[in-house]
């Protein structure tokens, strides 16, 4: 024979609300929810790796813009700074361009004053109101109306007419004011010899 | 629902019987908890703490002790540290009755029926103030019925409360050896190889004789407070006089909470021509309270 194996004989008084165990197939229960939990940490971690990212990413987008927007404002001073050059330039060219054509009326001048004459001072400039005239304004230390006279003379030579010519005489300078306009210019009436 | 029943799912708690569920197995209701067992004799407490790994730890035996309850109301709280949350098993071993009986009432669900309803198995041999647990032989109209003492029962579980003590199971040592006995006898299922063997039961001082000839139960002998662990003479002298009752060729079968050296041959000096075999291991009783 074979005696039914039970559990042991128990006296002690039984509690009226003992419940039995869960089955074990909703132990997934549990187990589910932790593999939830587990993965949800996993996504929070991936999420946040990635917020971390474009983050960082942003800031560098930033930087860069700032750093093109001072490249930009960097240029627009060089540019402005070229174009202020290339102004002056524009002006010196003009300048010399403008005064080619008198080069010679001063090496004239110049070379007209003799070993006993000086030229203290010269200065030409063109009339404002008609700019083919120039106004000639000039020093030359010497009491002799000769030196005036080849003076005007060189100057006649470079085919330049001297009109309204003012002149004194102090302390032993000549001061001599007249207006210059080349002969291309001058109407054949008014011309003088 | 609460939100301890959310934690004791998420904890896998709810998927364990409860701790003073007596339908569970020690081994199912605490696993991985500090547990201690108790035995309680007459003028004796044994002490016997479970380890977490399932190991026993030092036996404490407390002799002369006249009652157990000034013992537990002085050292309780000492022997509660070496367990979790103090869930304890005690195994009576005095004011307890073993007896073997005919025509108990075999209806399905009887050995269940006896604990709650015990006056409709047992009939006139009911008591009040008692407690009972009932063994059927399958094959014949015996059966063994274990009788204790309700007011014995209930001075434990006060006892072992007032001292902050929580009791997971209160049973007899003495009954669980004999069944376990009886299963190592029985092992073949139906009537076509009777068994038949003289089964000795040493328990902490009790002792309990049984004759089953040719699976019927033929008598039970059975008496507490017997022989102290040094001196098993008196055990032997109970046992002697089935000497001449059984038959020459019945084993002789000893089960017995612990292993006692030389018991085997004591036993076969009084049984001679007898085949004696011993079943006896260390600390027998305890593990069969933690398989069952």
Redesign the interface.
Known sequence: ???????????????KD???????I??L??IL?YLTVVSAMILCGLFLYQLKLANDNILAAKSGLAEAQAQVVTAAAERKQLEAQILRATDVQGWVEGSRPLQPLVVAVARSIGEEASLADLKIDRDEESPSNLNLAMRIGTSSATQLEETTDAIARENFRLLQPEQTLAEGQINYRATIVPLSVVPAETATP | MKGKDIAD????S?????P??????WRRRFPGIRTLMFGIGKQTLTLRPLEKNGRFGKTELHREVKDFKELLNISGAQMREASDGGWSAVS?HTRYVISLETNLSRRPGS?DMV?TNARTVLGGRFERGK?Y?V?H???TNSSIL?T?DEEQ?GRV?TAFKETGFK??????GT??LL?HA??LV??????EK??SAFIIILCEGAVCALVQDQ?KWIELRSRTDVYEPEDLAPALDLVSPFQSRIPTEMPVLIVADTLFPGLAEEVGKVFEGHTVQDYSQPDLLWN??LQ?
């Not at chain 1, 039914?4 to 509690?15: E, G, Q, V």
């Not at chain 1, 003992?18 to 074990?24: D, F, V």
């Not at chain 2, 709810?14 to 409860?18: D, G, I, L, N, V």
């Not at chain 2, 003073?20 to 197995?25: C, E, G, I, W």
């Open positions: 024979m074979i005696l039914p194996k039970d559990i042991a004989d128990d006296f002690k008084t039984d509690r003992i419940t039995p165990p869960l089955p074990a909703l132990r229960v549990p929810f | 799912v998420l904890n896998f709810a998927f364990r019987p409860e003073d569920d007596p339908t569970a197995t009576m050995e604990k407690k647990s063994t032989n399958p094959e274990l204790c029962v579980e009791l997971g199971r209160v049973c007899c009954y669980l069944k009886l299963g029985n092992t073949t299922k139906g009537s009777p068994s699976d069969l309270i069952n």
